[in-house]
Structures are given as structure tokens and as C-alpha cells.
């Protein structure tokens, strides 16, 4: 084989299935064939034009698991044949940034899948540095949610969540349902999530929230009745709304963190109460892609069956359908993640 097939978006809400060359890895770099690559909020936004549009035509994707295909020069440590997650945040590795693991602040920094050609392809190459070894018994379908589960343990870890620490989770979509999972598993309470679905917020009952909120006016009762009027220890929006981080920094309590993850529009901005915040010592802090260990302790939660997978798992498409996925994404919004299956493993 010498060709395979690619998914490029030619323009905001068109991909085009192409013929390319498979690529060969050059020194220090792995050929992997994609087995699944999952379909990202990120993406969302490219596909309509809002995020990356400088990139196109690009191929998108940067949830993906495979197989190593080829070992290029100088690679070793690396088996070919074995399943892989990739760290797809390149950053140059040896300024400041990449030193202290913040890539996206690295002047080089180019994302796969979203500056660079990503995941909605049959092969790809990518540098050895970033690859990371993945079980074999681990299902293709569970090892694709290793870096959107990345994301999750990032912004914990840059929140310091602590066991018995009140969490409120604005957004129960497929990445506020995984900061549910993560909360219960770091044994933060009570956890409360809120979102317009009321069956969103059932799932997310279901994976480990203890108070499930959809109607708005309702919310601020609630965190006040479960955090005697307090306020919770952390809020994370999760949703990029720029009224509900407006919202959330009424409901931390008084010394509490915002956690800011959601993305909203690139001019939209936040008025902060300056005095208020002094006063009341209250920290925020943002967060969104992982890299680094944030992949591993991802990887590693994955393996151990630490988050229950299957309501992100059951939506799969073709790469040939993958124009119906995404015209229908909006369409199904139990589908908590989507993923393109690229072959048989």
C-alpha cells in the first residue's frame, strides 16, 4: 500500500475524502495507522469556521489511537505493531515553557489537528518524543478518550482538587460529564452539575454527580443549600458561556477557585470585581488541553477502569461518513463523544 484515505476540511462545513501518499517517518519520528479518532468540541468549532480557520484545508482530529506502522532512524523504545496514544501538543522542548510542561505557551507551539494535519486519516506520522505506549487488552474505543480525559486531569491538577472539596460543574456535555467522573474519583463533595438537558444532567448523576440542576433559576438555591450557604470550593464552566462565568464567580464561596475551561469567542471578555476578589481571596485559573504526565495519568485512570467509558463510545461513524457526523453532531445530544473508526485493529 502506498495511498490511503483522508479527510480534509476544505472549507468551514465541507470535508472532502482525498487519496494521499502514506507518509514516511523520517528520523526520530513514527508512522502510526489510526484505528479511531474521536470527534472533539474543538473540532465542532473549526468545522463551522469559528476556531483555526487560518489552517485550512486541514485534516482535523486529535483524539486518536493506533498501531505503530514504521519506526523512523534513531527511534527506539518503540515496537512496531504495538497500540499508542499520541501527545499531540508540539512544542519545541527546550524553551521555558516546554521545560515547565506548558507547551501551548511555547513560541513553536503548533497542535495536531488543529495548526498541523491531525487524526482523520488512516496513517499519520508524529514524533517519537510523543508517543505513548498503550496496553493491548485496552479497546481502541477506550484509548481514544485518553486525551479529551487529558484535558480533565489538567484542569484538576491546576485547580488542586482535594477530597471532601465542593465542586460545581457548569455544562454536562461529553468533557463535563468526564470532570464529574474525575471528581468522584479524586472524592471531591458534594459535586453539582447543571445544563439545559435535563438528560445530560441525568448521565451526569449517573457517572458521580450528587446534585443534577437543569433549570437556571434553580441553580443558585441549590449550591446554596448543599454548601451551607457558602458557595462551593471550586466551580469549573465547562460549557464557554460568558454568562456563566459571570454566574460562577457568584457561586464559589468565599477563598474559592474558577476554574476557566469552557472557550468562548476570542473578544469576549469577563468583568472581574477587583475589590471583591481581593477581599475575598478568590482565585481562577484556565485551563484546556493536556500534555505531558497529564497524558499519562490519563492513560494510566484509563487502564484501571477508574472512568466508566461507555457513554462516550457508542457513536461511531466511517471515515468515508464522516460529513454526516458532524452535520448531524448537533442532532444527538446523548452521543456524549463521537468517533471516526478508521479500520479493523
Not at 465547562?238 to 456563566?244: D, E, M, P
Request: with cysteine.
Amino acid at each position: 500500500m502506498t495511498m490511503m484515505k483522508a479527510a480534509v476540511l476544505v472549507k468551514p462545513g465541507r470535508f472532502e475524502i482525498e487519496e494521499r501518499p502514506i507518509p514516511k517517518p523520517g528520523r526520530g519520528e513514527v508512522l502510526i495507522r489510526i484505528t479511531r479518532t474521536g470527534i472533539c468540541g474543538t473540532d465542532i468549532h473549526i468545522f463551522h469556521g469559528h476556531y483555526a480557520a487560518e489552517s485550512l484545508p486541514m485534516i482535523p482530529g486529535h483524539e486518536f489511537t493506533g498501531r505503530i506502522q514504521a519506526l523512523g532512524e534513531g527511534v527506539e523504545g518503540l515496537t512496531v505493531g504495538g497500540k499508542v496514544v499520541v501527545d499531540t501538543n508540539v512544542g519545541c522542548g527546550r524553551c521555558y515553557w516546554c521545560r515547565r510542561n506548558e507547551i501551548l505557551n511555547c513560541p513553536d507551539m503548533k497542535q495536531m489537528g488543529i495548526h498541523a494535519d491531525g487524526g482523520f486519516c488512516e496513517y499519520m506520522v508524529v514524533p517519537a518524543r510523543l508517543v505513548i505506549p498503550a496496553p493491548e487488552h485496552i479497546p481502541d474505543e477506550v484509548l481514544a478518550l485518553t486525551e479529551p480525559l487529558a484535558c480533565v486531569v489538567r484542569a484538576a491538577r491546576k485547580a488542586r482538587v482535594r477530597f471532601g472539596q465542593s465542586v460545581l460543574v457548569m455544562g454536562a456535555g461529553p468533557i463535563g460529564n468526564l470532570h464529574v467522573q474525575l471528581m468522584r474519583t479524586i472524592g471531591a463533595a458534594p459535586i453539582i452539575v447543571t445544563d439545559l438537558s435535563e438528560d445530560r444532567v441525568r448521565m451526569a448523576v449517573k457517572g458521580g454527580a450528587d446534585i443534577g440542576v437543569s433549570d437556571p433559576a434553580q441553580l443558585t438555591e441549590a449550591v446554596m443549600q448543599a454548601t451551607d450557604g457558602r458557595g462551593t470550593d471550586i466551580v469549573i464552566e465547562s460549557v464557554g458561556n460568558l454568562a456563566l462565568y459571570s454566574q460562577a464567580q457568584r457561586l464559589m464561596r468565599k477563598g474559592g477557585h474558577l476554574a476557566f475551561f469552557g472557550l468562548t469567542g476570542p473578544e469576549e471578555a469577563l468583568p472581574m470585581p477587583i475589590l471583591d476578589t481581593i477581599l475575598r481571596e478568590n482565585s481562577a485559573k484556565g485551563s484546556v488541553a493536556g500534555m505531558g504526565e497529564d497524558m499519562h495519568d490519563a492513560l494510566t485512570l484509563l487502564v484501571h477502569g477508574r472512568i466508566d467509558t461507555a457513554p462516550f463510545t457508542g457513536a461511531t461513524y466511517a471515515l468515508e461518513d464522516i460529513q454526516s457526523a458532524f452535520d448531524s453532531f448537533a442532532d444527538r445530544p446523548m452521543d456524549l463523544k463521537t468517533q471516526i473508526v478508521m479500520g479493523a485493529t
